[in-house]
Antibody, heavy 124, light 107 residues
Framework: EVQLVESGGGVVRPGGSLRLSCAASGFTFDDYGMSWVRQAPGKGLEWVSGINWNGGSTGYADSVKGRFTISRDNAKNSLYLQMNSLRAEDTALYHC?????????????????WGQGTLVTVSS | DIQMTQSPSSLSASVGDRVTITCRASQGISNYLAWYQQKPGKVPKLLIYAASTLQSGVPSRFSGSGSGTDFTLTISSLQPEDVATYYCQKYNSAPPAFGPGTKVDIK
């Protein structure tokens, strides 16, 4: 069974930093691209960042570019998001999500598996 | 960046009604479109990808159509368990983007 379990969220002051982690199990982690998707309270879904299977290609939403860094450790089956210079508008539930593959075809940025999320609150 | 819009933002329909949600991309995205269902307090569930391909296990009352800039999600016979917010998402190029969502409830 595919499992994605996020951790590392919490309350942080504006300008502060947090590092989120996502522990993956139930599949071959280094076969898949991964992403972080966030949802502010009562709001819609926003893709934050993504990384390909070996970490050689990464992407970021304009809203976090230059402040957030995505990485992965395939030996530890783990995905990370380093968040610096946090702002109030970064307050959200952060989900890790896995690219979808079926019948030998992988769909980058299509998400069939999501973690339950870790809550980040940026407040003074 | 390509922007995604959805209409309506919310709707209320009776059990058994046919429900249609529209999603529009600001530029053509071929068929690189997915639909998700999110029930309150739950993570999003993938319903449809490649604009019209039903994800395994999704009831056949859900269907998707469209290509280019205009897409639709149709629920052929609304059921009480379909109460949720529905999001479209384009994935043809970075950054992938979600629509603002359509909230569906029962009249």
């Amino acid at each position: 069974e595919v499992q994605l379990v996020e951790s590392g969220g919490g309350v942080v002051r504006p300008g502060g930093s947090l590092r989120l982690s996502c522990a993956a199990s139930g599949f071959t982690f280094d076969d898949y691209g991964m992403s972080w998707v966030r949802q502010a309270p009562g709001k819609g879904l926003e893709w934050v960042s993504g990384i390909n299977w070996n970490g050689g290609s990464t992407g970021y939403a304009d809203s976090v570019k230059g402040r957030f860094t995505i990485s992965r450790d395939n030996a530890k089956n783990s995905l990370y998001l380093q968040m610096n210079s946090l702002r109030a508008e970064d307050t959200a539930l952060y989900h890790c999500a896995r690219d979808y593959c079926t019948n030998g075809v992988c769909y980058t940025w299509v998400f069939a598996y999501w973690g339950q999320g870790t809550l980040v609150t940026v407040s003074s | 960046d390509i922007q995604m819009t959805q209409s309506p933002s919310s709707l209320s329909a009776s059990v058994g009604d046919r429900v249609t949600i529209t999603c529009r991309a600001s530029q053509g995205i071929s068929n690189y479109l997915a639909w998700y269902q999110q029930k309150p307090g739950k993570v999003p569930k993938l319903l449809i990808y490649a604009a019209s391909t039903l994800q395994s296990g999704v009831p056949s009352r859900f269907s998707g159509s469209g290509s280019g800039t205009d897409f639709t999600l149709t629920i052929s016979s609304l059921q009480p368990e379909d109460v949720a917010t529905y999001y479209c998402q384009k994935y043809n190029s970075a950054p992938p983007a979600f629509g603002p969502g359509t909230k569906v409830d029962i009249k």
